[in-house]
């Protein structure tokens, strides 16, 4: 296939250097700082704990396995293409669209792996409903630099089915090692990893904690379980069907919410640890990185919208997006909640 592949970040630089590895042909689109470094050094793909690549050494790929250009209209000159690939931050997306406009008509399908329920109707404003393909990725990926990445836990991607390349895409990601899945389903596919990104994430954030000290506190536990049966409950209003997710028990987090805590507490906490490791989750990183946007207002913020919609009340879910985003936005002082569980946790009752 013929791909087009909008910034070579972790996400872009294993999806498309994986795709190219396999023998199609990869076009990036990215800043032009990055264009000039990935011109000269290529690609570097550690993917040593994949089995099936049978190799103890990275994947180099030099300047001449791909092509990577500093604009869409200079990129699209290499078409046409038979698919591109968005996995942008959700807070980028509308901007991103904006500059997709003028080509909107030289543009192919796009697979949207963004985080979040919300970037495919964002696309399909400025393309059209026929030029998206929902998907989502569950594979952990680390940056070590520009074009530089290194897979950390192999899980997996999804494509959800009712698009007429979505098999064809299962097919190709699959040679390329990308241990990809069709799901029936879009919406429930994509609130099924949105279920995933929710734990532990902006309460780490907001009180500068582990998502294993977050799961070790009774009160904080049972804050993150509300937040899941929030999401749930505006799931269950919209008839989708919670899914499975490669290398990503998603219905066993569902089912852990219908257990007493005391039951699912051990259970999930070891999850936590052992899903992350010692990293600390995405919105912590952004937040204190200094980052003036944050992904909550997307994910969590999502379920708070569809919530007020369908009449279904979501406090824990409000009162985390309202929260991390006052701290984003230096609405607060960044240690406001610091260690301060009880604190936040008051707020609620409040």
């Not at 500093?70 to 591109?84: C, N, R, Y």
């Not at 942008?88 to 399908?109: H, Q, V, W, Y």
Request: with cysteine; net charge positive; glycine share 10%.
């Amino acid at each position: 296939m013929k791909i087009l592949i909008f910034g070579a970040g972790a996400i872009g630089t294993y999806i498309g250097g994986s795709l190219a590895l396999s023998g199609n042909q990869v076009v990036y689109v990215e800043q032009p700082k990055m264009v000039e470094q990935l011109r000269e050094k290529g690609l570097r793909l550690d993917l040593t704990i994949d089995e099936r690549r049978r190799t103890k050494d990275a994947f180099s790929l030099d300047a001449r396995s791909f092509i990577i250009e500093p604009s869409l209209e200079e990129a699209l000159k290499f078409g046409p293409f038979d698919v591109g690939i968005f996995a942008l931050k959700s807070f980028d997306t509308i901007p991103a669209m904006e500059g997709l406009k003028p080509f909107a008509d030289k543009l192919p399908p796009i697979l949207c792996l963004s985080n979040g329920v919300e970037n495919e109707q964002s696309i399909a404003r400025v393309l059209g409903p026929d030029k998206v393909i929902y998907g989502t990725v569950t594979t952990a990926i680390g940056r070590r630099g520009p074009g530089d990445i290194v897979l950390e836990k192999l899980r997996g991607v999804g494509v959800a089915d009712g698009h007429p390349l979505s098999k064809r895409l299962v097919t190709v990601m699959e040679s390329a090692f990308l241990n990809c899945r069709l799901y029936p389903e879009a919406h429930g596919m994509k609130w099924s990893k949105m279920l995933t990104n929710l734990i532990a994430n902006p309460t780490s954030a907001i009180l500068n904690m582990t998502a294993a000290q977050v799961f070790d506190h009774k009160g904080l536990y049972k804050l993150e379980i509300n937040m899941l049966k929030e999401c749930l409950a505006v799931m269950k209003a919209q008839n989708l069907e919670v899914y499975g997710l490669p290398g990503t028990p998603v219905r066993a987090l569902a089912f852990a919410t219908k257990l007493p805590l005391w039951v699912s507490k051990p259970l999930l906490s070891r999850a936590a640890g052992s899903g992350r490791g010692a990293k600390m989750p995405s919105f912590h990183i952004d937040l204190y990185a200094g980052r003036t946007q944050s992904e909550v207002e997307f994910l969590h913020g999502a379920v708070v919208r569809e919530g007020k919609a369908r009449g279904i009340p979501t406090p824990v879910n409000e009162l985390l997006t309202d929260t991390l985003m006052a701290l984003t936005k230096k609405e607060i002082p960044l240690f406001e909640y610091e260690g301060k569980p009880e604190k936040l946790l008051a707020k609620l009752k409040g």
